[in-house]
């Protein structure tokens, strides 16, 4: 974090270091190692450590913008940096990567965390979620209550849906699941608003569409 950072984001640091898992660049985040990458996770126990995580992916965003509007190169050169080079910001620890994946992160976190936030309102009784979209190796799914066996759910961002069977695909996992509360909670241009997708539900799993700051205008 630079220096001369406001309150709003020291708030964020201080309360991301008592919620998360794990340590890694400065803040408190777990991972482990999957292929190449690193598959992050955090745990959330109310609204309030939500809002904070996503001040950390906004700021992350921002800095990224900033380079972006000082970059004289060409268009092509601005597209290999975008691609290649270790110009973005990781959304929460705040380490180099390329734009493209700081944009794929910044949308599966997005998600994921509006989707925790609704789950508090569907479940009020529940203390927490850990959140892992894409660690596949470390949690079994994207968003898990601390409560064993309470709530359990799959998101994803897409432009639509249904694009390489991405929702058919969770629903599929999820019908498989002894979760007594099961979701799929999608992010998607097509569905801006948050609501329940009665019409895509099959075996007992819920569909959401959540609003984002990606998938809203």
């Known amino acids: 974090m630079q220096r001369g950072q406001s309150g709003k984001a020291r708030r964020a640091r201080q309360v991301g270091r008592s919620t998360c898992l794990g340590c890694f660049a400065g803040r408190r985040v777990g991972r482990q190692r999957k292929g190449i990458g690193v598959a992050q996770y955090l745990t959330v126990h109310g609204k309030q450590e939500i809002d904070v995580h996503l001040e950390a992916i906004y700021s992350s965003a921002e800095r990224t ?6 970059y004289s190169g060409s268009p092509m050169e601005l597209f290999r940096a975008f691609k290649f080079d270790p110009v973005g910001v990781h959304p929460f620890a705040g380490h180099a990567l390329n734009v493209i994946e700081q944009v794929n992160q910044t949308a599966t976190y997005l998600v ?17 979620y850990v959140i892992a979209p894409g660690a596949y190796m470390s949690h079994p799914l994207d968003i898990m209550s601390i409560t064993e066996g309470q709530v359990g759910a799959e998101t994803f961002a897409a ?9 058919k695909k ?12 099961r979701y799929v909670f999608f992010s998607s241009p097509l569905h801006p608003e948050t609501k329940r997708r009665i ?7 819920q569909v959401w569409s959540v609003a984002t700051s990606l998938s809203v205008r």
């Open 65 to 70: 913008y900033r380079w972006i509007r000082q």
């Open 112 to 128: 994921a965390l509006e989707a925790a936030r609704l789950l508090f309102d569907l479940h009020p009784e529940e203390p927490g």
């Open 159 to 167: 432009v639509d849906p249904r694009n390489n069977n991405k929702l």
């Open 170 to 181: 969770d629903l599929m996992k999820l019908a498989t699941r002894a979760e007594r509360n």
């Open 199 to 205: 019409e895509l539900e099959v075996n007992g799993v």
